[in-house]
Every structure is written in structure tokens, then in C-alpha cells.
């Protein structure tokens, strides 16, 4: 089956861990436990008709204390950004993670999620801020670990552009 | 170049296996034709639960770790690094195989032309820092929620001070709108709020009061000042006090309302409210209840006030006529207080029941040894109110010469005193008074008719009291206050069924006699309020006493009786007599000598 790599990318407590937990194992904790380094799942999924092996990639969320080694992002065929919509600064740290991962992996496909739809009455982001993302270009999904509300989604996308962008014959079985 | 394989160094030497073994350090060599990684020396602890038995020395990383597999990859820049290049993956964490996780870090050593791969356990160390950041992150989500929550309360007091932004301006609005002249003061007394009506009612033109104190700012008298400064130490909630006069440029009197300011205790809410209208009015009702020492406010007496002013704006002889006790004397002083010769002397004097040659020396003055009696010369009345006014009641009963020396001194303003021959010059205004009919005394031939047309250019007629019922009330209580305040008795306002009472009677005596009923009144109260029992008799018609029949003087055929019936009971006191009857002694007196009465 084909593997493909795939970086979760964001500031730290928004929600990567969960959902990708939520992806693979449909489990969920409150307890915030931060991620030191990095923590590698995979799940199967079909994008399309094809199968494909999505090795997911949980960074460390970015802050003061820990800067995104460009070495994990090497070898990525997509990659996801996370953002806490009740935290202003979460949007900040992706686009500055996006751009980072530009220089590193180049245009590879990539989809956004602000997490924590499921607090929408308590978000910062707004929807003038969400519509400046989209005309910058990003896919922008709302989602939920908590609830499992767009994870399916979020992962299935990436898979199916990443499938879409990619030919078969520089893909790695 | 191929080199020596790694087994070829000491990797036997048991020092060596037990520094790697402490550190929980796998090391692998590259064979760089193969790209495999075989380990070499002692593997760690936690290598054999991990990757299996420690014969096997080679290394299946696509098997054996996803990281390691994208971490070796083909492309990776250290395989063609230079010598003594050293790169560090990061830390990664997987499955340990026995259902929990190992935390691991991989390191890349380039010797000379060999590749080695170191791989770590990250272990206590590690964790500790894992430990550091996470309680570094929680207290920044905990630092962003309180930063939140400090936001929101800001928000939402931002939204209510706006919110009572809008309402304080919507109460200044209304405040405005309504001319509400309002103050508020703080706990010592500064201003720190002032309508704009407010500082307009003060006369003052700008805001700078704010922060002065209201005794710089209030333009009102001392004793006012006193009176206020009581009033907001006052411990009510609510007083009013004033009204005040305010002395600026546009005077104003005012009433004050001091609230205590609900919000705080020690400042005080000052609600200014103008009583400049009231005040006018009310000096105006005032000034038509009563005139000079004249009470009343019936249709009647406003005439007689505004004949007072009218008569006394000129310098003409007024006759003044009236019943006995209506007054007659006092409206001889109004129009003397209100005349230009008011700070000059005011002489009354009655003509009743004098003889001719007492009475001429009284008015015009004697010489001495003029006669039997004159040890010294003596000015007469017209001199001692030089230039000023001199009231001659009961003119009707002066005797006929003396009638004809009035005469002349009324026309030649000169009086010539008894045993003297030079006449004196005079400045006297002559006010007389009478409660004859002397148009009938003129036609019975006891009276000069020229003598009345030079005193009757000016009449002034007073009402009887029984004519002017409605000031009865307003009298008595005048008499009553007066009498209180003399005599030092607190006597409650009379109850309607007293002035029912009074005002029931006839009134014979008019005003004197009311005032001696209320004098009689309050000597014979026992309690605070008088009551109609405390009247004299022949008011309230007590049984066994005879009310008198109203006093219409040299009309009634009973007045002889009755005359001599007060003499009688005053047991010959002519004096307590004339109190009885309510009339004063000089008409009692006329009275019985005009009907013939002889007193024992």
C-alpha cells in the first residue's frame, strides 16, 4: 500500500495530538499532554479508489520553548495546520509554520483546520480573519477532536490532494 | 575505501559495553554498500524488548521504526557529509512493544569514510525537561485563559460604563430639559456636579466651580450660611431648608432640597428650587393682608390701603372716620409712616371730653401766668409736631371757640399761644378723625362748616368689622401671636369652631373689642388651644349674660341702659366699664356725658 507522510503543524495545545488520536484510535482525553519531539501513527484510508498508508507525523506545537525542526518536515507529501479557534495566536503560528514548511518541503498539498468548533461562541478567530486565509489560498476546515466533528474529513482531504498531486511513479510503497 | 569493520575496535572491552549499556546507547555502523546498519559492541537494555534478540545485529529500520526509516533515508545530507560531521534527529516516541512508548533520539556520527548510528533512550532526563515544558505550557493556557477572562471583564465594563455613560448623559439631558437646578457635593463639601440651571440660579457663568467648595460659590447671607451648613450636618436624608436669598446679579430666592447622596454616604445631593415667583407673591398677598399696622385683606380695607397711599402722597387735611375701635388712629399712622414727613414727630391727640380752654392750651400752647396754673410757658401740640403730622381725634367734640382757632391756624399755618399776642408759624399736617356724622353736626349748627370743608379735603372711612367678617380670622390670629409673645403663652392656632365663634358676633367695639376678647381668651386658657368657652360671654352667648346687641352709637335706645349696666357691673369703674363694653375710655366718657349720664 502506498505511505504517505504527513506533518501535523501548529502552536502547541491546539489540538493536533487529539486529532490525530481521534483519527486513528476515536479516543479523546481533556488532559492536555504536550508532545516532546515527535510521535508518528498511521491509519489507511481510501482516497478515491486507491488505498494509501498515511504515516501522520505529530509534531511538537510550536512555541518559545520549542522551534519545528525543518528535519521532521523533510519527506512530507502534505501536511495539516492546526489552529485553536479561541486563541488569536494559534492563526499566527500557522501561517508562520506554513511558511516555513513551504521552504522545507516545497508546494506540497496541505489543508487547515481550526479546532474547537465545538466552543464556536468562544472563538477570536473571526470570519473576516477565515476568509483572509482562504483568499491566501488555504483550505480551511472547522473542526472538533472533542466531538469528532471534520477529523474524518480533515485527513480524508489531505490524502485525496496529496493522491491528486502526486504521480504514481514517484510515490513510496 | 573500505574500512576496518567496527568489530574490529574493542567492542569486547568490557568498559566500553558498560558505558554504552549505562547511557541506554544502541550504536549501529552503516555498511555503505548495503545501507544496512549492523550493531556493534553491547546492546542496551531496552534494544533487546524493542528490536529482539541481541544475535540479531542487523537492523530492518523499515520494520523497526517509521522514524528511523524516513530519518536514514537515501537522501539524508549526512551520509555524504564530511568527516566529523555529528546531526542529531530530535527526539522521537513509538510503541516500546510491550504496550507503552520509549522516548528515543537518534545520532548520525560521520568518521572519516564510516557511518555510525547512534540511538539513545531518552530517559529520566528528558522527561524532566517534558515535565518543565508541560507545566510551562499549562501555565501559559492558564495565563491566556486568565488573560481572557480579564478581557471579558473589561469588555463587559467597558460596555457598562459606556451603557452608564449614555445614561448619565441622558439623565444630564433630562436634567438639562427639565431646568433641574441641581449640586453634588462631596464628603467635604466640594461641588463636583453642577446643572447648568444650577449655576445659572447661583449667577454664576462658568463651570469652574467644580471642585470649590459651596461657601465660595454661594452668594447668600451670613445667617443663611449658618442655617445651611446646619442643615447638610443634619443627619435625615431628606431636608429642606430656605428659602434663601441670592445676592447676585440676578437675585433670586431659593428653597433648597439636601438629599444625602444614596451612593455615598458623605456627599449630598442639592436640589435648588427657585422661589423667586412664590416669594414676590406671597410678599404681595402679605403686603395686602396688612398695611402699616393695619390687618385685613376684605375688598373693603384694600381700598382703604390704597386710599392710605394716595392720601399720603400729598399734604393735604384727611378726615378719617369710622366707628369707634375701627382703627381710626392707626391709619392716622399709616398715612403719616407712608407721607414725606414720616422721620418727623406724629402727635395724637383726643379732643373728647376737654374743655375749651384746656383743650386751646393743649393744641396751641400757653404763656406763663396766661393762667391760674401756668408756672411755666409750655408749647402747644401743633409745635411739638413741627413738620410732622398731628392726629386730632374725635374732632366732632371740640367746643366751638376752639373750632374757630383751628380754623385759622389750618389756614394760616400759624397758632398763637394762650397769653401771647405773636402768632407762631407752623409745618403741620392736620389728620383728624371723627365717629360723628359732622355733615348732620354742621346741619344741628355744633360743628363750622368751614372748619369741615378745610379737614374734609381728603376723607378716609373705615368699615366696622361687622362690614369685613372675612378678616376676623386673620385679626385674631395677628392678636393672637402678639398676645402670645407678650405674655409668654403657647396657645395653638384657634380651632374653627372659636373663629366660628367670632365670627358669628357683632362686633359692637370692632377691632378693639376683638383684640381684648382674644386678650381674654388666652389670660382665661387653661389649655393650648382656646376654646369658644374661653371667649368672654357676651361672645359665645353664654346663658345668664345678655349678648349685647351690636353697637350702633346715639342710635340705640338702649344704650343708656346699657351704659349704666357696665357701670354698674365695673362697680363705677368707668375704665373697666369702657373694657366691657369694648370701647376706650375717652368715647365711654363722651358717651355719658353726651346721653346725660351722671356716674355716681
Known amino acids: 500500500m502506498i505511505q504517505k507522510k504527513i506533518c501535523m503543524l501548529g502552536g502547541f495545545a491546539v489540538g493536533k495530538t487529539s486529532l490525530v488520536r481521534r483519527f486513528v484510535s476515536n479516543v479523546f482525553s481533556d488532559h492536555y499532554q504536550t508532545t516532546i519531539g515527535v510521535t508518528v501513527e498511521k491509519k489507511s484510508v481510501m482516497a478515491g479508489e486507491q488505498g494509501v498508508l498515511l504515516m501522520l507525523w505529530d509534531l511538537y506545537g510550536e512555541d518559545e520553548f520549542q522551534h519545528v525542526r525543518e528535519s521532521y518536515l523533510r519527506g512530507s507529501s502534505g501536511y495539516i495546520v492546526v489552529m485553536d479557534g479561541t486563541r488569536r495566536a494559534t492563526l499566527e503560528t500557522a501561517l508562520a509554520l506554513q511558511e516555513t514548511a513551504v521552504k522545507t518541503m516545497g508546494p506540497v498539498p496541505f489543508v487547515s483546520i481550526i479546532n474547537k468548533v465545538d466552543v464556536r461562541s468562544q472563538w477570536e478567530i473571526d470570519e473576516r480573519e477565515i476568509e483572509q486565509l482562504r483568499a491566501r489560498g488555504w483550505t480551511v476546515l472547522f473542526g472538533s477532536a472533542k466531538l469528532g466533528q471534520g477529523v474524518e474529513e480533515l485527513f480524508l482531504s489531505v490524502a485525496t490532494q496529496i493522491m491528486q498531486a502526486v504521480p504514481l511513479s514517484s510515490e513510496r510503497a | ?600
Open chain 2, 1 to 600: 575505501m573500505r574500512h576496518q569493520p567496527l568489530h574490529s575496535v574493542p567492542s569486547d572491552d568490557p568498559l566500553f559495553n558498560r558505558v554504552l549499556s549505562t547511557l541506554d546507547i544502541a550504536v549501529l555502523e552503516r555498511d555503505e554498500h548495503s545501507g544496512e546498519f549492523q550493531l556493534q559492541g553491547m546492546a542496551p537494555e531496552w534494544w533487546h524488548m524493542r528490536v529482539g534478540p541481541e544475535s540479531c545485529t542487523m537492523l530492518d529500520l523499515a520494520q523497526w521504526s517509521p522514524f528511523l526509516r524516513e530519518y536514514v533515508a537515501a537522501d539524508h545530507p549526512a551520509w555524504t557529509a564530511e568527516s566529523g560531521t555529528v546531526e542529531k534527529s530530535g527526539a522521537w516516541t513509538e510503541s516500546d512493544g510491550q504496550g507503552g512508548t520509549v522516548t528515543l533520539e537518534a545520532t548520525v556520527l560521520s568518521m572519516e569514510s564510516r557511518t555510525i548510528l547512534l540511538i539513545e533512550r531518552l530517559g529520566s532526563g528528558f522527561e524532566q525537561m517534558r515535565a518543565i515544558v508541560q507545566r510551562a505550557r499549562e501555565c501559559m493556557l492558564a495565563e491566556d485563559v486568565t488573560v481572557k477572562a480579564h478581557h471579558k471583564t473589561e469588555t463587559r465594563l467597558i460596555n457598562q460604563l459606556e451603557v452608564s455613560e449614555r445614561t448619565k448623559d441622558g439623565a444630564l439631558a433630562l436634567l438639562q430639559y427639565l431646568r433641574l437646578a441641581a449640586l453634588v457635593l462631596d464628603e467635604h463639601g466640594r461641588i463636583t456636579f453642577a446643572s447648568d440651571r444650577g449655576l445659572e440660579l447661583l449667577g454664576i457663568s462658568t463651570r469652574e466651580v467644580i471642585g470649590l467648595k459651596w461657601e465660595e460659590v454661594f452668594p447668600i447671607h451670613q445667617q443663611d450660611r449658618v442655617i445651611f451648613r446646619e442643615m447638610i450636618k443634619a443627619p435625615s436624608d431628606r431636608r429642606t431648608a430656605g428659602p434663601f436669598y441670592i445676592n447676585s446679579s440676578h437675585p433670586a430666592w431659593i428653597e433648597l432640597d439636601i438629599h444625602r447622596d444614596p451612593r455615598h454616604p458623605g456627599c449630598h445631593i442639592l436640589v435648588m428650587n427657585d422661589r423667586t415667583e412664590l416669594h414676590a407673591l406671597r410678599r404681595e398677598l402679605n403686603e395686602q393682608a396688612s398695611f402699616h399696622d393695619l390687618v385685613g385683606k376684605s375688598p373693603a380695607m384694600l381700598r382703604v390701603y390704597q386710599l392710605v397711599r394716595d392720601v399720603a402722597s400729598v399734604d393735604t387735611t384727611v378726615l378719617i372716620e369710622g366707628e369707634t375701635g375701627t382703627g381710626k388712629e392707626l391709619i392716622a399712622r399709616a398715612i403719616h409712616s407712608s407721607s414725606g414727613r414720616r422721620n418727623k414727630p406724629f402727635i395724637a391727640a383726643n379732643c373728647a371730653g376737654l374743655t375749651d380752654s384746656i383743650l386751646t392750651s393743649q393744641l396751641f400752647g400757653h404763656r406763663r401766668g396766661a393762667f391760674t396754673g401756668a408756672v411755666n410757658d409750655q408749647q402747644g401740640l401743633f409745635e411739638a409736631a413741627e413738620g410732622g403730622t398731628l392726629f386730632l381725634d374725635e374732632i366732632g367734640d371740640i367746643p366751638p371757640p376752639v373750632q374757630t382757632a383751628l380754623l385759622r391756624v389750618l389756614q394760616e399755618k400759624e397758632i398763637t399761644r394762650l397769653g401771647e399776642s405773636r402768632p407762631r408759624k407752623v409745618d403741620v399736617r392736620v389728620l383728624a378723625a371723627t365717629h360723628h356724622n359732622l355733615s348732620e353736626d354742621v346741619i344741628r349748627g355744633s360743628f363750622r362748616a368751614d372748619l369741615l370743608y378745610r379737614i374734609r379735603i381728603a376723607r378716609v372711612q373705615l368699615p366696622p368689622l361687622r362690614e369685613r367678617r372675612e378678616d376676623i380670622p386673620l385679626l385674631a390670629h395677628s392678636f393672637l401671636m402678639t398676645i402670645c409673645a407678650a405674655s409668654g403663652k403657647t396657645i395653638d392656632p384657634l380651632s374653627p369652631e372659636t373663629l366660628h365663634g367670632l365670627m358669628s358676633y357683632v362686633w359692637p367695639g370692632n377691632v378693639r373689642e376683638l383684640r381684648s376678647a382674644i386678650e381674654f381668651a388666652v389670660i382665661s386658657c387653661r389649655r393650648a388651644e382656646v376654646s369658644l368657652s374661653d371667649l368672654p360671654p357676651e361672645i359665645v352667648g353664654t346663658p345668664g349674660v345678655p349678648t349685647l346687641a351690636p353697637w350702633i352709637p346715639l342710635q340705640d335706645r338702649d344704650e343708656k341702659s346699657r351704659l349704666l349696666a357696665a357701670l354698674s357691673d365695673a362697680k363705677g369703674n368707668r375704665t373697666e366699664a369702657a373694657k366691657r363694653l369694648g370701647v376706650s375710655r375717652a368715647t365711654f366718657y363722651r358717651r355719658l356725658v353726651e346721653l346725660n349720664i351722671q356716674p355716681r
